[in-house]
C-alpha cells in the first residue's frame, strides 16, 4: 500500500532547497507554443527579489513520501512601512498634506510545480506566509499579478479574501545603439543621496506606497541616482530651498540597476523577428547619426534599468520627465542594458512623458489587497482597501 503524500511548509534552506526552488521556476515558466513569452533568470539567488526588503521571508513546500522529498511549491514575502494616505487630505495643499504611515506586506513569487497543482498548495503557502505577515505587525498584504492570469486572480480574491485594487502600468522602453539627444533647455541635476532623501520626503511622502525607509532605497548599491530636470540655467541650494522657490517647472527620477539582480529573456520568436530585430541594430550602429529606431536583443538573457520616483510641477514637467527619461536611456546604453522600464499609477499625472512601447509594456498590472489587521498605525482613519485611487503611486524598486 502506497504512504499518502504529505505536504510540508517551511522556511527556505539555501544550502539544501536552491537546486529544487530553480527547478520549480524552470517548470512555472514554460510558456505556450507559439507564443512570445517573458522568461526570468535570478541568477542563482532565489532570494534576490526581497533581499533588500527591511524584512522578507521564503517560503517552501515540500513533498514527504518516505524517504524521497520534493520541492513543489514556493513564495516569498517582505514586510515595509508606506504611505497609505494622509491626514486631513482637503484643508491644505498637496505639498503640506501629513502622510499617513501603515506597516504593509508584499506577498511575491507564488509558484506550484504543475504536476501538484489543484491540492490546495498555493494556498497553504498563502496561508502560512500571511501568518508571518501577521506575526510581524503587518496591517496589509497585497499581491501583484498579470490580470489575464485567471487562476492566480481568482485563487487571492475567492479563497484568500483579497480584493482588485489598484491597476499601475508598467512602461517599457527600448534601449537603442544611438544615443540619444537630451533637449538644449534641459538642465540635468544629480542630487547627492541624502538631498534627494529630503526632496522626496518633503514633497512625495503623501504619494502611495510611498517607503518610510527611502533613505535606504536611495543609498543602496543598486541605486545609480537621483536627477533632476530643469529648464534653463539653475543652481541647487538644497531641497529646503528649492521646495521654497521652485523653478516654474521641474521633473525628479531615480535610477535602479535590476541588471544586477535578475535577467530577463524573451523567449517563443519566430526567425523573421530574430532577424529584424538583428538588422534594425545593425542599420541603427551604421547609421547612428540617423537615430532610427532599433530593437534590442531580448531573445537572449538582458538587463534593464528601472525609473521610479518619478514626479514633478509646472506646465512643463511632462517634457523634462520626457528629459529625464533620454538621460536613463543614455545611463541604460553604456551599462549594457537593453530597456528600460517604470510603473506607474493608471491616472498619473506625468505618464505622457515617459517614452514606452506598447508591445513591450503591461497598459494594466493588477495589484490586489487584503486587511489582515483593524486599525492604522497612525490611528483608525478608516479602511485602505475601500480608498479610492489617488493620481500617482510610488512602486519600490527593491520588489519590482
Known sequence: MEEEEVIVVREYDAERDRHGVEAVERMCEVGP????????????????????????????????????????????????????????????????????????????????????????????????????????????????????????????????????????????????????????????????????????????????????????VLSNSLSLGTFLAVEGSFEWRGAESFLAEPPESWAVASVWNCKEVFRLEVRGASRWRRGFARTSRLVDRAFSWLRIPSVPDLFRPFGLYFLYGVGGEGCGATRLVTALCRHVHNMARDGGCSVVAAEVAACEPLRAGIPHWGRLSCAEDLWCVKRLAEEYSDGALGDWTKKPPGPSIFVDPREF
Not at 115 to 132: A, D, F, P, S, T
Not at 146 to 152: F, H, Q, R, T, Y
Request: charged share 25%.
Open 33 to 216: 507554443s507559439g507564443k512570445l513569452c517573458l522568461f526570468t533568470d535570478l541568477l542563482g539567488d532565489p532570494l534576490c527579489r526581497i533581499r533588500h526588503s527591511p524584512a522578507s521571508l521564503m517560503l517552501v513546500a515540500e513533498t514527504t513520501n518516505g524517504p524521497v522529498r520534493e520541492i513543489v511549491g514556493l513564495v516569498r514575502g517582505c514586510i515595509k512601512t508606506v504611505s497609505c494616505g494622509t491626514h486631513n487630505p482637503h484643508r491644505f495643499p498637496a505639498r503640506h498634506h501629513t502622510p499617513l504611515f501603515t506597516k504593509v506586506a508584499y506577498l511575491l513569487g507564488l509558484r506550484v510545480s504543475p504536476y501538484h497543482r489543484r491540492r490546495g498548495i498555493g494556498l497553504k503557502l498563502v496561508r502560512r506566509m500571511e501568518e508571518w505577515f501577521r506575526e510581524m505587525g503587518a496591517e496589509y498584504s497585497y499581491m501583484a499579478t498579470d490580470k489575464d492570469n485567471e487562476a492566480s486572480v481568482r485563487l487571492f480574491t475567492e479563497r484568500c479574501g483579497y480584493s482588485k485594487f489598484r491597476t499601475p502600468s508598467i512602461l517599457v522602453n527600448p534601449v537603442f545603439a544611438h544615443r540619444l539627444h537630451l533637449p538644449r533647455r534641459a538642465q540635468i541635476i544629480r542630487l547627492p543621496p541624502r538631498e534627494a532623501e529630503m526632496l522626496y520626503r518633503l514633497r512625495f511622502a503623501s504619494v502611495e506606497f510611498f517607503p518610510r525607509d527611502i533613505d535606504a
